[in-house]
């Protein structure tokens, strides 16, 4: 059985220009590989509507599931969950549902609801909203785009929220070993231990460590007894 | 006049499975947007051979430049040259000029240039090299696509080999105001001088410290004289 795939649209020119390091993508993608659910392919686009519609289509059509990042803010640049509705031809607007929740949040704190504020409720119609524990702001899910907010502390918050929810497959177990010799020596037994166990997935990333070459090598499966026997024979090759 | 574009293109199942967090991008995004090269965008896919060249030939066909890091090395899942050169209906196999110069390096090694060293000299045709000054092995240049390693170190001397042949547009420069009070409190206002400065983007990028909300208001443009003028402008509209 093969899991369910997904993919992730970064959304800001701030990451493009290099302002801003990303930290989200990495965070999903371990979320994601625990939770059984393979990330496939991941997309970063500036706040340019065309790009992003044109991005949350081709994805939505491709993947399981969608996860987007960023640009659900109150400021103009906050262009997201109108591209969202735009992609799949859906009706929005600011929502009860999502007004009441921030109206509640903003009479508490004794600030006020303004304009920019109601911007954040904008919701397509047919959106099912993503709690948003840490400010409130919801994201939301429309048919399998599950869209969240790029500032990582909500970020992971809301992933929290999603990842429950979806049906994940097994989640993907992975072996390293380290060994202390180049690629160059290590690649020809390798390929051969790879090709001999079509059923796992066998990486091999270099370092270089006080002027000695050495590789990880990480093998992934979902068996974890068919991922231990491959070990041992790994090591014997190796040794 | 606009600026030359460009696509990133990340070459890796280690990144889309968390194992390991990508760093090339943040780093060549900084680089190309102090060369007034604009990134637009970046893909990121695994070891799938139909994924990467179907990338390649989107990002080549839809950007002046297209940067790949990854999968050039030794092993069975180094497969980015032959991917590119499919892309590009390009033979490909062991170059002279590249063996030759990994020949001369593992000769003073006294190392073996062995079946699976020869696998980093696989150059398509008509490619130029990118030269390696860390391991030797070369990246290329294939039509608008420069082929480089995904080791950070290698990747980014290479893009320090390659940048100054590229011809770039007026550098982005950028202008940061940091105001503390939450960004539904100064999106109104902000959106305004957005509008009223069509030749300067505007971007929002809130934060939380201590408690107090804030936000780092960042103007970006291509000339100083009227990026400063701005500066001077926004700073009173949230003084």
Redo the contacts between chains.
């Keep these: 059985m093969t899991n369910p795939t997904a993919a992730m649209l970064?959304i800001g020119?701030?990451?493009?220009?290099?302002?801003?390091?990303?930290a989200n993508?990495?965070?999903?993608?371990?979320?994601?590989?625990q939770a059984g659910i393979?990330?496939?392919?991941?997309?970063?686009?500036?706040?340019d509507a065309p790009?992003i519609i044109a991005a949350i289509k081709a994805l939505s059509a491709a993947y399981t599931h969608v996860f987007t990042s960023g640009g659900i803010?109150?400021?103009?640049?906050d262009i997201t969950a109108d591209c969202v509705a735009a992609a799949f031809d859906a009706p929005i607007d600011v929502r009860a549902d999502a007004a009441a929740l921030l109206q509640a949040h903003?009479d508490s704190k004794g600030?006020e609801f303004?304009?920019?504020?109601q911007?954040?409720a904008r919701i397509p119609d047919g959106a099912t909203l993503i709690e948003n524990p840490v400010s409130i702001a919801p994201g939301f899910r429309m048919h399998n785009v599950h869209v969240m907010a790029g500032?990582p502390s909500i970020f992971q918050a809301m992933t929290a929220s999603v990842l429950p929810t979806l049906t994940g497959g097994a989640p993907?177990l992975?072996r390293t070993l380290q060994v202390l010799r180049?690629?160059?020596?290590?690649?020809?037994p390798?390929?051969e231990f790879?090709?001999q166990h079509p059923d796992l997935?066998?990486?091999?990333?270099?370092f270089q460590t006080n002027g000695a070459y050495g590789a990880n090598l990480?093998v992934?499966g979902k068996d974890a007894a068919l991922l231990d026997a491959a070990m041992i024979e790994l090591a014997q090759i190796f040794a």
């Design positions: 970064v020119d701030e990451i493009l220009s290099g302002r801003t390091r990303d993508m990495h965070y999903l993608a371990g979320q994601l590989t393979d990330l496939t392919e991941v997309r970063v686009v500036s706040d790009a803010g109150p400021t103009h640049d903003y600030q303004n304009t920019a504020r911007r954040m500032v993907l992975s180049g690629e160059g020596d290590i690649a020809g390798l390929g790879a090709q997935s066998v990486g091999s990333y270099p990480v992934r």
